[in-house]
Protein backbone atom coordinates (compact mmCIF):
# COMPACT_ATOMS: atom_id res chain seq x y z
CA UNK A 1 0.00 0.00 0.00
CA UNK A 2 1.67 3.38 -0.88
CA UNK A 3 0.50 6.56 0.56
CA UNK A 4 0.03 10.65 -0.73
CA UNK A 5 0.90 12.71 1.90
CA UNK A 6 -1.60 15.60 2.12
CA UNK A 7 -0.47 19.45 3.51
CA UNK A 8 1.36 20.40 5.59
CA UNK A 9 0.12 23.89 5.24
CA UNK A 10 1.05 26.84 7.18
CA UNK A 11 -0.29 26.42 10.71
CA UNK A 12 1.07 22.63 11.25
CA UNK A 13 3.32 21.62 14.06
CA UNK A 14 3.23 19.56 16.94
CA UNK A 15 3.47 22.49 19.77
CA UNK A 16 -0.25 23.07 21.40
CA UNK A 17 -1.19 26.82 21.29
CA UNK A 18 -3.94 28.49 22.60
CA UNK A 19 -7.02 29.13 20.37
CA UNK A 20 -10.98 29.22 19.66
CA UNK A 21 -12.67 26.26 18.28
CA UNK A 22 -13.14 28.03 15.08
CA UNK A 23 -9.56 28.80 14.61
CA UNK A 24 -8.77 25.67 15.58
CA UNK A 25 -10.97 24.55 12.45
CA UNK A 26 -8.99 26.74 9.78
CA UNK A 27 -5.43 26.06 11.57
CA UNK A 28 -6.67 22.83 10.59
CA UNK A 29 -7.58 23.10 7.33
CA UNK A 30 -4.31 25.06 6.42
CA UNK A 31 -1.82 22.59 8.38
CA UNK A 32 -3.67 19.88 5.29
CA UNK A 33 -2.61 22.33 2.93
CA UNK A 34 -6.36 23.22 1.98
CA UNK A 35 -6.50 26.73 -0.07
CA UNK A 36 -9.97 27.60 -0.66
CA UNK A 37 -13.41 27.25 1.45
CA UNK A 38 -16.95 27.89 0.05
CA UNK A 39 -19.71 28.77 1.91
CA UNK A 40 -22.39 30.60 4.01
CA UNK A 41 -21.68 32.76 6.73
CA UNK A 42 -24.29 31.93 9.86
CA UNK A 43 -24.83 32.56 13.65
CA UNK A 44 -23.56 28.87 13.48
CA UNK A 45 -20.17 29.33 11.84
CA UNK A 46 -19.38 32.77 12.66
CA UNK A 47 -16.02 31.68 14.54
CA UNK A 48 -14.57 30.00 11.58
CA UNK A 49 -15.39 32.53 9.03
CA UNK A 50 -13.71 35.36 11.26
CA UNK A 51 -11.09 32.97 11.71
CA UNK A 52 -10.60 32.18 7.55
CA UNK A 53 -10.75 36.49 7.89
CA UNK A 54 -7.97 37.42 10.84
CA UNK A 55 -5.33 33.97 10.82
CA UNK A 56 -2.26 35.02 8.16
CA UNK A 57 -2.04 32.31 5.49
CA UNK A 58 -5.59 31.26 5.55
CA UNK A 59 -7.42 29.51 2.87
CA UNK A 60 -9.37 31.88 0.41
CA UNK A 61 -12.98 32.17 1.35
CA UNK A 62 -15.48 32.17 -1.62
CA UNK A 63 -18.83 33.15 -0.33
CA UNK A 64 -21.78 31.24 -2.28
CA UNK A 65 -25.40 32.17 -2.31
CA UNK A 66 -26.81 28.56 -1.60
CA UNK A 67 -25.48 26.02 0.10
CA UNK A 68 -26.17 23.70 -2.67
CA UNK A 69 -23.85 26.16 -4.94
CA UNK A 70 -21.08 26.19 -1.66
CA UNK A 71 -21.14 22.40 -1.75
CA UNK A 72 -20.57 21.80 -5.49
CA UNK A 73 -18.32 24.70 -6.02
CA UNK A 74 -16.01 22.47 -3.55
CA UNK A 75 -17.19 19.54 -5.74
CA UNK A 76 -16.05 21.23 -8.82
CA UNK A 77 -12.74 22.40 -7.20
CA UNK A 78 -11.93 19.00 -6.15
CA UNK A 79 -12.50 17.14 -9.78
CA UNK A 80 -10.45 20.12 -11.02
CA UNK A 81 -7.71 19.90 -8.70
CA UNK A 82 -7.62 16.01 -7.91
CA UNK A 83 -7.53 17.17 -3.82
CA UNK A 84 -10.18 18.27 -1.58
CA UNK A 85 -12.86 20.24 -1.46
CA UNK A 86 -13.95 22.17 1.23
CA UNK A 87 -17.53 23.81 2.24
CA UNK A 88 -18.54 25.32 5.16
CA UNK A 89 -22.67 25.47 6.22
CA UNK A 90 -24.66 26.47 8.88
CA UNK A 91 -26.54 23.68 10.80
CA UNK A 92 -30.36 22.74 10.11
CA UNK A 93 -31.51 24.48 7.57
CA UNK A 94 -27.96 25.13 5.97
CA UNK A 95 -26.92 21.76 6.41
CA UNK A 96 -30.16 20.46 4.16
CA UNK A 97 -29.71 22.41 1.80
CA UNK A 98 -26.93 21.07 0.68
CA UNK A 99 -28.09 17.49 0.56
CA UNK A 100 -29.17 17.50 -3.00
CA UNK A 101 -24.94 18.33 -3.94
CA UNK A 102 -23.88 16.03 -1.33
CA UNK A 103 -26.01 13.05 -3.32
CA UNK A 104 -23.89 14.24 -6.64
CA UNK A 105 -20.65 14.10 -4.53
CA UNK A 106 -21.02 10.63 -3.22
CA UNK A 107 -22.10 9.31 -6.53
CA UNK A 108 -19.75 10.87 -8.68
CA UNK A 109 -16.51 9.95 -5.70
CA UNK A 110 -15.51 13.40 -4.97
CA UNK A 111 -14.07 13.81 -1.92
CA UNK A 112 -15.57 17.36 -0.27
CA UNK A 113 -15.15 17.46 3.58
CA UNK A 114 -18.22 19.71 4.55
CA UNK A 115 -17.77 21.73 8.03
CA UNK A 116 -21.03 22.46 9.47
CA UNK A 117 -22.32 24.23 12.58
CA UNK A 118 -24.09 22.49 15.40
CA UNK A 119 -26.33 24.02 17.95
CA UNK A 120 -24.78 24.14 21.33
CA UNK A 121 -23.31 20.55 22.86
CA UNK A 122 -25.84 21.13 25.91
CA UNK A 123 -28.62 21.20 23.22
CA UNK A 124 -27.19 18.95 20.79
CA UNK A 125 -29.89 15.92 20.22
CA UNK A 126 -32.49 17.01 23.12
CA UNK A 127 -34.97 18.46 20.90
CA UNK A 128 -35.28 21.58 22.70
CA UNK A 129 -36.24 23.48 19.48
CA UNK A 130 -33.51 25.90 19.50
CA UNK A 131 -32.30 28.34 16.73
CA UNK A 132 -31.61 25.83 13.32
CA UNK A 133 -32.06 22.93 15.29
CA UNK A 134 -32.78 19.87 13.62
CA UNK A 135 -33.31 16.35 14.53
CA UNK A 136 -30.41 13.16 13.64
CA UNK A 137 -28.53 15.89 11.26
CA UNK A 138 -25.88 13.05 10.99
CA UNK A 139 -28.46 10.64 9.85
CA UNK A 140 -29.44 13.29 7.25
CA UNK A 141 -25.93 13.89 6.03
CA UNK A 142 -25.05 10.37 6.85
CA UNK A 143 -27.16 9.41 4.26
CA UNK A 144 -25.28 11.10 1.95
CA UNK A 145 -21.81 10.90 2.80
CA UNK A 146 -19.10 8.67 4.02
CA UNK A 147 -19.67 9.87 7.97
CA UNK A 148 -20.51 12.04 10.37
CA UNK A 149 -17.98 13.39 12.59
CA UNK A 150 -18.43 15.48 15.74
CA UNK A 151 -15.62 17.26 18.38
CA UNK A 152 -16.76 16.38 21.67
CA UNK A 153 -14.58 19.48 22.97
CA UNK A 154 -11.97 22.37 21.35
CA UNK A 155 -8.73 19.93 21.46
CA UNK A 156 -10.66 17.60 19.75
CA UNK A 157 -11.29 19.83 16.86
CA UNK A 158 -8.43 19.23 14.72
CA UNK A 159 -8.23 15.49 14.79
CA UNK A 160 -12.05 15.46 13.69
CA UNK A 161 -11.38 17.42 11.11
CA UNK A 162 -8.51 15.90 9.62
CA UNK A 163 -10.47 12.45 9.99
CA UNK A 164 -13.30 13.58 8.01
CA UNK A 165 -10.64 14.96 5.62
CA UNK A 166 -8.72 11.67 5.46
CA UNK A 167 -11.79 9.60 4.97
CA UNK A 168 -13.10 11.95 2.44
CA UNK A 169 -9.96 10.85 0.08
CA UNK A 170 -9.20 7.21 0.97
CA UNK A 171 -10.30 4.09 -0.27
CA UNK A 172 -12.75 5.52 -2.88
CA UNK A 173 -13.42 8.89 -2.32
CA UNK A 174 -16.73 10.81 -1.38
CA UNK A 175 -18.16 13.04 0.86
CA UNK A 176 -17.63 13.51 4.87
CA UNK A 177 -18.80 15.97 7.64
CA UNK A 178 -17.59 17.13 10.28
CA UNK A 179 -20.26 18.69 12.82
CA UNK A 180 -18.84 21.65 14.93
CA UNK A 181 -21.37 22.81 18.05
CA UNK A 182 -21.25 26.60 17.99
CA UNK A 183 -20.33 26.77 22.13
CA UNK A 184 -17.04 24.97 21.14
CA UNK A 185 -16.10 27.43 18.49
CA UNK A 186 -16.32 30.57 20.48
CA UNK A 187 -14.73 28.43 23.54
CA UNK A 188 -10.57 28.60 23.69
CA UNK A 189 -8.36 25.77 24.79
CA UNK A 190 -4.85 24.41 24.19
CA UNK A 191 -4.95 22.46 20.74
CA UNK A 192 -2.22 20.54 18.77
CA UNK A 193 -2.37 20.93 15.20
CA UNK A 194 -1.86 17.70 12.61
CA UNK A 195 2.05 17.71 10.81
CA UNK A 196 -0.13 16.40 7.86
CA UNK A 197 -2.58 13.85 6.50
CA UNK A 198 -1.41 10.51 5.16
CA UNK A 199 -3.45 8.62 2.39
CA UNK A 200 -3.04 5.63 1.92
CA UNK A 201 -3.47 4.78 -1.73
CA UNK A 202 -4.47 1.19 -2.23
CA UNK A 203 -2.47 -1.14 -3.69
CA UNK A 204 -3.05 -4.57 -5.74
CA UNK A 205 -2.43 -7.81 -4.45
CA UNK A 206 0.89 -9.83 -6.47
CA UNK A 207 -1.55 -12.95 -7.49
CA UNK A 208 -4.35 -10.32 -8.78
CA UNK A 209 -1.76 -8.46 -10.74
CA UNK A 210 -0.39 -12.45 -12.15
CA UNK A 211 -3.90 -13.31 -13.09
CA UNK A 212 -4.98 -10.43 -14.75
CA UNK A 213 -1.71 -9.89 -17.15
CA UNK A 214 -1.82 -13.66 -18.10
CA UNK A 215 -5.24 -13.31 -19.20
CA UNK A 216 -4.52 -9.91 -20.91
CA UNK A 217 -0.77 -11.31 -22.35
CA UNK A 218 -3.69 -14.28 -23.66
CA UNK A 219 -6.44 -12.09 -25.21
CA UNK A 220 -6.54 -11.01 -28.68
CA UNK A 221 -8.38 -7.92 -28.95
CA UNK A 222 -8.60 -5.60 -25.60
CA UNK A 223 -11.24 -2.93 -24.56
CA UNK A 224 -10.02 -0.43 -21.75
CA UNK A 225 -12.83 0.80 -20.00
CA UNK A 226 -11.55 4.29 -17.71
CA UNK A 227 -13.87 5.25 -15.34
CA UNK A 228 -13.62 8.11 -12.62
CA UNK A 229 -10.81 6.22 -10.72
CA UNK A 230 -9.29 6.18 -12.99
CA UNK A 231 -8.80 10.13 -14.12
CA UNK A 232 -8.99 10.69 -9.79
CA UNK A 233 -5.65 7.97 -9.56
CA UNK A 234 -4.05 9.52 -12.19
CA UNK A 235 -3.81 6.48 -13.74
CA UNK A 236 -1.67 6.61 -17.51
CA UNK A 237 -4.57 5.00 -19.28
CA UNK A 238 -2.25 5.60 -22.32
CA UNK A 239 0.63 3.73 -21.59
CA UNK A 240 -1.47 1.00 -20.75
CA UNK A 241 -3.41 1.34 -24.21
CA UNK A 242 -0.52 1.26 -26.32
CA UNK A 243 1.13 -1.56 -24.68
CA UNK A 244 -1.86 -3.55 -24.95
CA UNK A 245 -2.97 -2.43 -29.03
CA UNK A 246 -6.10 -1.92 -27.10
CA UNK A 247 -9.29 0.26 -27.56
CA UNK A 248 -10.04 2.46 -24.86
CA UNK A 249 -13.76 3.72 -23.94
CA UNK A 250 -14.64 6.16 -21.29
CA UNK A 251 -17.26 6.47 -18.38
CA UNK A 252 -19.31 9.98 -18.02
CA UNK A 253 -17.11 10.36 -15.11
CA UNK A 254 -14.25 8.75 -16.75
CA UNK A 255 -13.65 11.48 -19.45
CA UNK A 256 -9.99 12.64 -19.72
CA UNK A 257 -8.49 9.46 -18.08
CA UNK A 258 -6.57 9.60 -21.50
CA UNK A 259 -6.21 12.79 -24.24
CA UNK A 260 -9.35 12.18 -26.36
CA UNK A 261 -7.44 12.49 -29.37
CA UNK A 262 -5.12 9.62 -28.87
CA UNK A 263 -6.18 6.98 -31.15
CA UNK A 264 -7.05 4.20 -29.30
CA UNK A 265 -9.59 6.12 -27.46
CA UNK A 266 -13.10 6.37 -28.71
CA UNK A 267 -14.31 8.24 -25.93
CA UNK A 268 -17.86 8.14 -23.88
CA UNK A 269 -19.16 6.45 -27.33
CA UNK A 270 -20.10 3.32 -26.20
CA UNK A 271 -23.67 3.43 -26.92
CA UNK A 272 -22.54 3.45 -30.66
CA UNK A 273 -23.75 0.21 -32.62
CA UNK A 274 -20.80 -0.15 -33.96
CA UNK A 275 -18.38 0.40 -30.91
CA UNK A 276 -20.97 -1.60 -28.91
CA UNK A 277 -20.44 -4.57 -31.54
CA UNK A 278 -16.97 -4.55 -31.17
CA UNK A 279 -16.97 -4.50 -27.35
CA UNK A 280 -19.05 -7.69 -27.39
CA UNK A 281 -16.61 -8.94 -29.59
CA UNK A 282 -13.55 -8.16 -27.70
CA UNK A 283 -11.75 -11.25 -25.74
CA UNK A 284 -11.28 -9.29 -22.85
CA UNK A 285 -12.57 -5.92 -20.58
CA UNK A 286 -10.56 -4.24 -18.39
CA UNK A 287 -11.98 -1.85 -16.17
CA UNK A 288 -10.12 0.82 -14.71
CA UNK A 289 -12.13 2.39 -11.69
CA UNK A 290 -15.21 1.78 -13.14
CA UNK A 291 -18.43 0.30 -12.06
CA UNK A 292 -19.82 -0.58 -15.98
CA UNK A 293 -23.09 1.59 -14.86
CA UNK A 294 -26.46 1.62 -16.76
CA UNK A 295 -25.71 4.66 -18.77
CA UNK A 296 -22.32 3.17 -20.24
CA UNK A 297 -23.26 -0.20 -20.89
CA UNK A 298 -27.15 0.05 -22.77
CA UNK A 299 -28.47 -0.50 -18.95
CA UNK A 300 -26.43 -3.67 -18.80
CA UNK A 301 -27.87 -5.62 -21.84
CA UNK A 302 -24.31 -5.34 -23.18
CA UNK A 303 -22.96 -8.30 -23.04
CA UNK A 304 -19.58 -9.33 -21.28
CA UNK A 305 -16.82 -10.62 -23.30
CA UNK A 306 -16.49 -14.45 -23.90
CA UNK A 307 -12.60 -14.27 -22.29
CA UNK A 308 -14.08 -12.21 -19.22
CA UNK A 309 -13.26 -8.89 -17.46
CA UNK A 310 -10.91 -7.90 -15.14
CA UNK A 311 -12.13 -5.27 -13.04
CA UNK A 312 -10.09 -3.12 -11.08
CA UNK A 313 -11.61 -0.88 -8.57
CA UNK A 314 -10.78 0.16 -5.06
CA UNK A 315 -13.79 -0.80 -3.76
CA UNK A 316 -14.53 -4.17 -3.07
CA UNK A 317 -18.15 -4.35 -2.94
CA UNK A 318 -18.31 -3.09 -6.35
CA UNK A 319 -17.33 -7.31 -7.28
CA UNK A 320 -20.25 -8.36 -9.14
CA UNK A 321 -22.16 -5.56 -8.95
CA UNK A 322 -23.28 -5.55 -12.39
CA UNK A 323 -20.73 -7.45 -14.52
CA UNK A 324 -18.80 -10.59 -12.63
CA UNK A 325 -15.08 -10.33 -12.79
CA UNK A 326 -12.96 -12.99 -13.78
CA UNK A 327 -10.36 -11.47 -12.05
CA UNK A 328 -11.22 -8.71 -9.31
CA UNK A 329 -8.12 -6.32 -7.85
CA UNK A 330 -9.38 -4.51 -5.35
CA UNK A 331 -6.74 -1.43 -5.49
CA UNK A 332 -6.29 2.28 -6.74
CA UNK A 333 -6.42 2.45 -10.37
CA UNK A 334 -2.99 4.25 -10.61
CA UNK A 335 -1.30 1.88 -8.46
CA UNK A 336 -2.73 -1.04 -10.54
CA UNK A 337 -2.17 -0.21 -14.48
CA UNK A 338 1.60 0.65 -13.09
CA UNK A 339 1.83 -2.94 -11.85
CA UNK A 340 0.09 -4.08 -14.99
CA UNK A 341 2.78 -2.50 -17.31
CA UNK A 342 5.70 -4.15 -14.62
CA UNK A 343 3.85 -7.42 -15.11
CA UNK A 344 3.09 -7.33 -18.88
CA UNK A 345 5.84 -8.20 -21.65
CA UNK A 346 7.58 -5.05 -23.01
CA UNK A 347 7.09 -3.70 -25.87
CA UNK A 348 3.88 -2.30 -27.98
CA UNK A 349 1.37 -4.71 -29.48
CA UNK A 350 0.28 -3.67 -32.86
CA UNK A 351 -3.68 -2.47 -32.51
CA UNK A 352 -6.47 -4.03 -34.03
CA UNK A 353 -6.65 -2.63 -37.36
CA UNK A 354 -10.39 -1.72 -37.09
CA UNK A 355 -9.56 0.59 -34.17
CA UNK A 356 -8.87 3.54 -36.55
CA UNK A 357 -12.05 3.09 -38.82
CA UNK A 358 -13.99 2.53 -35.71
CA UNK A 359 -13.16 5.80 -33.74
CA UNK A 360 -13.70 7.82 -36.54
CA UNK A 361 -16.89 5.99 -37.71
CA UNK A 362 -18.59 6.54 -34.33
CA UNK A 363 -17.40 10.14 -34.32
CA UNK A 364 -18.91 10.51 -38.07
CA UNK A 365 -22.02 8.87 -37.20
CA UNK A 366 -22.81 11.12 -33.53
CA UNK A 367 -21.99 14.04 -35.45
CA UNK A 368 -24.03 13.58 -38.72
CA UNK A 369 -26.97 13.28 -35.92
CA UNK A 370 -26.30 16.81 -34.75
CA UNK A 371 -27.40 18.13 -38.07
CA UNK A 372 -26.26 22.04 -38.30
CA UNK A 373 -25.08 22.31 -34.41
CA UNK A 374 -21.93 20.38 -35.82
CA UNK A 375 -20.41 23.94 -36.13
CA UNK A 376 -20.39 24.24 -32.29
CA UNK A 377 -18.27 21.29 -31.97
CA UNK A 378 -16.42 22.02 -34.53
CA UNK A 379 -15.85 25.70 -33.42
CA UNK A 380 -14.90 24.76 -29.77
CA UNK A 381 -13.04 22.22 -30.77
CA UNK A 382 -10.66 25.00 -32.72
CA UNK A 383 -11.02 27.67 -30.07
CA UNK A 384 -11.02 25.46 -26.50
CA UNK A 385 -7.24 25.32 -25.54
CA UNK A 386 -6.03 22.00 -24.57
CA UNK A 387 -5.99 22.65 -21.30
CA UNK A 388 -9.75 24.08 -20.74
CA UNK A 389 -11.84 22.34 -17.77
CA UNK A 390 -15.22 21.45 -19.68
CA UNK A 391 -18.30 21.95 -17.01
CA UNK A 392 -21.56 20.34 -18.31
CA UNK A 393 -25.04 20.53 -16.84
CA UNK A 394 -27.37 18.28 -17.41
CA UNK A 395 -29.38 19.62 -20.51
CA UNK A 396 -29.72 18.60 -24.08
CA UNK A 397 -26.69 20.58 -25.29
CA UNK A 398 -24.93 18.26 -23.05
CA UNK A 399 -26.14 14.96 -23.75
CA UNK A 400 -26.40 15.27 -27.42
CA UNK A 401 -22.69 16.80 -27.88
CA UNK A 402 -20.93 18.20 -24.50
CA UNK A 403 -21.00 15.01 -23.36
CA UNK A 404 -19.13 13.42 -26.04
CA UNK A 405 -18.32 15.17 -28.98
CA UNK A 406 -16.26 18.07 -27.37
CA UNK A 407 -12.63 16.38 -26.97
CA UNK A 408 -10.95 16.59 -23.39
CA UNK A 409 -7.23 16.37 -22.95
CA UNK A 410 -6.65 15.27 -19.40
CA UNK A 411 -7.82 14.37 -16.13
CA UNK A 412 -9.84 17.52 -14.18
CA UNK A 413 -10.48 18.77 -17.35
CA UNK A 414 -14.29 17.10 -17.43
CA UNK A 415 -16.75 17.99 -14.97
CA UNK A 416 -20.21 16.77 -14.85
CA UNK A 417 -22.91 15.27 -13.11
CA UNK A 418 -23.22 11.42 -12.46
CA UNK A 419 -26.36 11.49 -10.43
CA UNK A 420 -27.68 13.65 -13.17
CA UNK A 421 -29.50 16.15 -11.26
CA UNK A 422 -30.08 19.78 -12.94
CA UNK A 423 -28.38 22.73 -11.77
CA UNK A 424 -25.12 22.32 -10.39
CA UNK A 425 -22.94 23.45 -13.92
CA UNK A 426 -22.77 26.96 -12.49
CA UNK A 427 -21.00 26.10 -9.52
CA UNK A 428 -18.93 23.10 -10.90
CA UNK A 429 -17.78 25.78 -12.46
CA UNK A 430 -16.66 28.30 -10.36
CA UNK A 431 -15.23 25.89 -8.01
CA UNK A 432 -12.86 24.37 -10.57
CA UNK A 433 -11.89 27.83 -11.53
CA UNK A 434 -11.07 29.07 -8.37
CA UNK A 435 -8.60 25.58 -8.64
CA UNK A 436 -6.75 27.10 -11.24
CA UNK A 437 -7.50 30.93 -12.10
CA UNK A 438 -4.91 30.58 -15.07
CA UNK A 439 -6.86 27.85 -16.75
CA UNK A 440 -9.77 28.28 -18.86
CA UNK A 441 -13.40 26.61 -17.42
CA UNK A 442 -16.47 26.45 -19.90
CA UNK A 443 -19.35 25.36 -18.55
CA UNK A 444 -22.67 24.48 -20.60
CA UNK A 445 -25.93 25.39 -19.32
CA UNK A 446 -29.84 24.82 -19.91
CA UNK A 447 -32.22 27.83 -18.95
CA UNK A 448 -33.97 25.66 -16.82
CA UNK A 449 -31.06 24.25 -14.68
CA UNK A 450 -29.20 27.31 -14.83
CA UNK A 451 -32.62 29.39 -13.18
CA UNK A 452 -31.44 26.81 -9.88
CA UNK A 453 -28.21 28.62 -8.79
CA UNK A 454 -28.75 31.33 -10.97
CA UNK A 455 -27.67 33.46 -7.45
CA UNK A 456 -23.97 32.08 -8.31
CA UNK A 457 -23.53 34.92 -11.31
CA UNK A 458 -22.84 37.14 -8.00
CA UNK A 459 -20.68 34.68 -6.12
CA UNK A 460 -18.96 34.98 -9.01
CA UNK A 461 -18.42 38.70 -9.41
CA UNK A 462 -17.59 39.25 -6.21
CA UNK A 463 -14.84 36.61 -6.15
CA UNK A 464 -13.64 37.77 -9.58
CA UNK A 465 -13.97 34.51 -10.68
CA UNK A 466 -13.58 34.67 -14.90
CA UNK A 467 -15.26 31.28 -16.11
CA UNK A 468 -17.55 31.33 -18.77
CA UNK A 469 -20.81 29.68 -19.01
CA UNK A 470 -22.53 28.99 -22.31
CA UNK A 471 -26.48 29.17 -21.79
CA UNK A 472 -28.64 27.26 -24.17
CA UNK A 473 -31.55 28.69 -23.74
CA UNK A 474 -34.56 26.95 -25.39
CA UNK A 475 -37.24 28.22 -23.09
CA UNK A 476 -38.07 24.83 -21.60
CA UNK A 477 -37.04 21.90 -20.00
CA UNK A 478 -36.17 20.41 -23.02
CA UNK A 479 -35.07 16.45 -22.51
CA UNK A 480 -38.53 16.18 -20.34
CA UNK A 481 -40.67 18.26 -23.06
CA UNK A 482 -39.00 15.81 -25.29
CA UNK A 483 -39.81 12.95 -23.18
CA UNK A 484 -43.48 14.23 -22.61
CA UNK A 485 -44.17 14.81 -26.77
CA UNK A 486 -43.26 10.79 -27.48
CA UNK A 487 -45.21 9.34 -24.09
CA UNK A 488 -48.08 11.51 -24.47
CA UNK A 489 -48.67 12.33 -27.89
CA UNK A 490 -47.60 15.64 -27.46
CA UNK A 491 -49.77 16.62 -24.54
CA UNK A 492 -47.03 18.95 -22.08
CA UNK A 493 -47.28 20.47 -18.84
CA UNK A 494 -44.45 21.74 -16.80
CA UNK A 495 -42.05 21.79 -19.23
CA UNK A 496 -42.02 25.04 -21.44
CA UNK A 497 -40.86 27.68 -19.27
CA UNK A 498 -41.11 31.46 -18.87
CA UNK A 499 -37.57 32.67 -18.59
CA UNK A 500 -35.61 36.01 -17.86
CA UNK A 501 -34.36 38.46 -19.97
CA UNK A 502 -30.58 36.62 -19.36
CA UNK A 503 -29.01 40.12 -21.23
CA UNK A 504 -31.05 42.24 -18.83
CA UNK A 505 -30.16 40.28 -15.80
CA UNK A 506 -26.70 39.26 -16.21
CA UNK A 507 -26.34 43.67 -16.73
CA UNK A 508 -27.88 43.47 -12.83
CA UNK A 509 -25.59 41.02 -11.68
CA UNK A 510 -22.50 42.95 -13.44
CA UNK A 511 -21.61 40.09 -15.80
CA UNK A 512 -20.76 40.81 -19.57
CA UNK A 513 -23.22 39.12 -21.83
CA UNK A 514 -22.72 38.04 -25.59
CA UNK A 515 -25.91 36.78 -27.18
CA UNK A 516 -25.55 33.72 -30.92
CA UNK A 517 -28.55 34.05 -32.72
CA UNK A 518 -27.38 32.09 -35.51
CA UNK A 519 -24.82 29.45 -35.34
CA UNK A 520 -22.07 31.28 -37.49
CA UNK A 521 -22.13 33.61 -34.17
CA UNK A 522 -20.81 31.05 -31.96
CA UNK A 523 -17.45 30.74 -32.34
CA UNK A 524 -16.58 34.14 -32.70
CA UNK A 525 -18.56 34.53 -29.06
CA UNK A 526 -16.87 32.59 -27.53
CA UNK A 527 -13.69 33.39 -28.60
CA UNK A 528 -15.07 36.69 -27.48
CA UNK A 529 -15.94 35.77 -24.12
CA UNK A 530 -12.64 33.81 -23.69
CA UNK A 531 -11.00 37.29 -23.49
CA UNK A 532 -12.98 38.86 -21.24
CA UNK A 533 -11.36 38.84 -17.63
CA UNK A 534 -13.80 37.90 -15.64
CA UNK A 535 -17.22 36.01 -15.37
CA UNK A 536 -19.16 35.76 -18.82
CA UNK A 537 -22.14 34.63 -20.05
CA UNK A 538 -22.83 34.12 -23.86
CA UNK A 539 -26.31 32.69 -24.39
CA UNK A 540 -27.39 30.76 -27.12
CA UNK A 541 -30.66 31.18 -28.33
CA UNK A 542 -31.63 28.11 -29.18
CA UNK A 543 -35.38 29.06 -30.11
CA UNK A 544 -34.30 30.92 -32.84
CA UNK A 545 -31.51 28.67 -34.46
CA UNK A 546 -33.30 25.24 -33.73
CA UNK A 547 -33.62 22.56 -31.92
CA UNK A 548 -30.26 20.77 -30.05
CA UNK A 549 -30.05 17.19 -32.39
CA UNK A 550 -32.46 15.39 -34.24
Known sequence: MSVAAVGAGPGAGPHPARMTGGEA??????????????????????????????????????????????????????????GLGVCLTSTGPGAANSVGSMFEAEVSCSPVLQITGQVETKYRDRRKGVLHEIRDQPGLLGAVSKGVGWPSSVAAIPRKVAEGARL????????????????LQYAEDEVA???????????????DIDAAARLLHGARRVAIWAGGGAVRSRADVAALAERLGALVVETANGRGAIDEAHPLCVGALSGDREVRAYLEG???????????????????????????????????????????AAVFVAADAGESVQALLAALPPGRREPDPVIADLVAGARARALERLGPWVDAVTAMEEILPPETVLVRDATMAAYTFGNRLVRVHGPGASIYPAGYAIGLGLPFALGAQVADRGRPVVAMCGDGGFMLNLGELASAVQARIPAVVLLFNDRAYDVLRRNQDRAFGGRRKGVDLHTPDFQALCAAFGVPALKVSRLDEYGPKLRQALAERGPVLVEVDVTAIGPVGR
Not at 48 to 76: K, N, T, Y
Not at 193 to 207: F, T
Open 25 to 82: VVRTLMALGVRAVFGIPSVHNLPIVDALARVAGAPEFVGARHEQGACSMADGYARASG
Open 193 to 207: MPAGLVVPRASPAAP
Open 168 to 183: ALSGKPGPAVVECSID
Open 282 to 324: CDVWLGLGTRFRYDSTAEFEMKAPAGGIIHVNVDAEERDRNYP
